[in-house]
């Protein structure tokens, strides 16, 4: 009989597996669409209407309805022809009679991945352009501000993906006389049920997500054809079908008896793991290869840990031939899964200096040199076992290092990749740009002997306008702090100070806020840093209606 002790100890394994199967298929960084190029540049004035503007991304994009919108002087929005979208190139139709002034073009759009991202840049007609400070004109994707529904859901799916793989694989390579355990029959009806919840409820999340609107409207159906109209709406749906199938074909544990039902059932695994590669960034730069990479390391994982799962739930019924077996399948998807995630991970670097230069990069550097000494350690190990010998020295060795790995896995899964250099032209790239600091939607404030902070409002108006605070030191660098507070107000109209909440992302502080009414507002920033102290600044900006 199972004791209570033995159910506990089952459910801190299985949560310790989850754990590192989290931190194994979250472990490729993603490099989300970033705007490398406009036409008309950031800042740039031009002596006649333009008869189109495009903006060109580092990968493919998907539209949003109302996602990119062309503001005039006034703040107001001004009525255009719809954009198309050709992979990577957005083309939008300017109106014909499109009137002298400046112009300030926001866009949100969707990356290969499903995550929405989104900026602003600016041009004038016949006069000077209200230039949107170079800090912000490239892509703020808004994936590392994602509800935690959508983070949630993903991480259970993934989860219960890695427990069916674990399954099949096991049945299939190791023990095929396992088919009939009750146990495992239990645990991989759960695991197909929560996987196809998960999915479904991962489609339902992703239209507020990638929109911008409340998870209560999640059921709202041009939300939902908004997702399923994206690459990776379509991956989520072969994703949902190759689990239906699965389901069907496996829900009686024991039809894996049969040969040709157990091939069968890995090969929907594959196209499972392929499904949830193609709705990462698999299929961003349109590369069968990139998609194999990413469909290896997602398989691997989930054969490696879905086996860990399997043998805790089996527990000393296995067979020493069916854990002999398990081995060398666990060491084969080790070392794919190693390979797939350097690989993976390289991909989002731009160049070498960046492996040195960047957190992401030392990260991903020290994180393959303690894979290097782990593999080493485990081959010590091996060789030992191999003369009868116990190995404890090593393998006291190979258990920390493996913990080092699994730590900065989860520091490099937190950390953006390096962007790339956007084309985007800046006000001190053109002359015919006016001064910044007395354009419309940016606040200038002095942090004294520290440096200075520039707030970049987009759009200043009272429609809602998204905040991006750059903080930079006498040289130009950028200038490390712990924490901001920032409040806004309008003397004018007796309104104290507002609390604007703020979070970093990628170097810049940003924040969402609707400003109640237009007219002339101050700024006032705390910055705080590791000193006792915190340095406190303001600065002016208008907003328009």
């Not at 006034?74 to 255009?80: I, K, R, W, Y």
Request: contains cysteine; hydrophobic residues 50%.
């Amino acid at each position: 009989m199972t004791t209570w002790i033995t159910l506990l100890r089952r459910a801190i394994v299985s949560a310790l597996l989850a754990m590192v199967c989290v931190l194994l298929l979250a472990a490729p960084g993603s490099a989300h669409a970033e705007l490398v190029q406009t036409t008309p540049t950031n800042g740039q004035r031009l002596d006649t209407a333009p008869a189109q503007v495009t903006l060109v991304f580092s990968e493919s994009v998907n539209l949003l309805d109302g996602g990119i919108s062309l503001l005039n002087s006034d703040g107001v929005t001004v009525s255009t022809p719809d954009p198309t979208v050709d992979g990577h190139t957005v083309t939008w139709p300017m109106p014909r009679h499109l009137r002298n002034g400046p112009y300030v073009v926001t866009w949100r759009v969707i990356s290969a991945d499903g995550h929405p991202v989104e900026g602003a840049f600016s041009f004038g007609v016949g006069a000077a352009a209200r230039a949107v400070p170079g800090a912000v004109t490239a892509a703020q994707s808004t994936a590392q501000t994602a509800p935690w529904q959508v983070v949630g859901v993903r991480l259970v799916g993934y989860l219960a993906f890695a427990v069916v793989a674990g399954v099949v694989a096991f049945l299939v390579w190791c023990a095929p006389d396992k088919a009939t355990n009750h146990e495992l029959q239990r645990l991989t009806r759960w695991a197909l049920s929560v996987g196809l919840v998960a999915t479904l409820v991962g489609i339902l999340v992703q239209g507020p997500y990638t929109v911008g609107v409340s998870m209560g409207r999640l059921l709202e159906p041009h939300l939902v054809a908004t997702t399923m109209r994206t690459p990776w709406g379509i991956a989520m749906a072969w994703r949902f079908a190759m689990l239906l199938m699965l389901t069907a074909l496996i829900w009686r544990l024991y039809a894996l008896s049969e040969r040709t039902i157990r091939w069968v059932a890995a090969f929907l695994v594959v196209l499972a793991a392929a499904a949830i590669a193609a709705a990462g960034h698999g299929d961003a730069s349109g590369s069968p290869l990139d998609l194999g990479i990413v469909t290896l390391h997602v398989l691997t994982a989930g054969i490696w840990v879905g086996g860990l799962v399997v043998l805790v739930v089996l527990g000393r019924t296995v067979e020493r031939r069916a854990v002999r077996q398990f081995s060398v399948l666990a060491m084969t998807s080790v070392v794919v899964l190693v390979a797939t995630g350097i690989l993976n991970s390289l991909r989002n670097l731009h160049s070498f200096d960046q492996l040195f230069l960047t957190r992401y990069g030392l990260l991903l550097f020290g994180k393959v040199l303690l894979v290097a000494a782990t593999l080493a350690a485990a081959a010590v190990s091996r060789a030992w076992v191999r003369r009868d010998r116990l190995p404890r020295g090593s393998v006291r060795l190979e258990a920390g290092l493996t913990v080092a790995v699994l730590t900065v896995t989860a520091f490099l899964s937190m950390t953006s990749p390096p962007p790339q250099v956007a084309a985007t032209t800046t006000a001190g790239d053109n002359p015919a740009v006016a001064d910044p600091a007395s354009a419309n939607g940016l606040a200038l404030m002095s942090l004294g002997h520290e440096g200075s902070a520039g707030m970049g409002i987009i759009p200043a108006t009272t429609s809602g306008s998204r905040l991006h605070l750059l903080l930079t030191d006498l040289d130009g660098q950028p200038l490390r702090a712990t924490d901001v507070e920032l409040k806004v107000s309008n003397p004018a109209r007796n309104v104290g100070g507002i609390p604007v909440p703020m979070t970093q992302r990628n170097g810049v502080w940003v924040a969402r806020f609707r400003f109640p009414f237009a007219g002339d507002w101050k700024a006032v920033l705390t910055v705080h840093d590791d000193s006792p102290t915190a340095i406190v600044t303001g600065g002016d900006f208008t907003i328009t209606q």
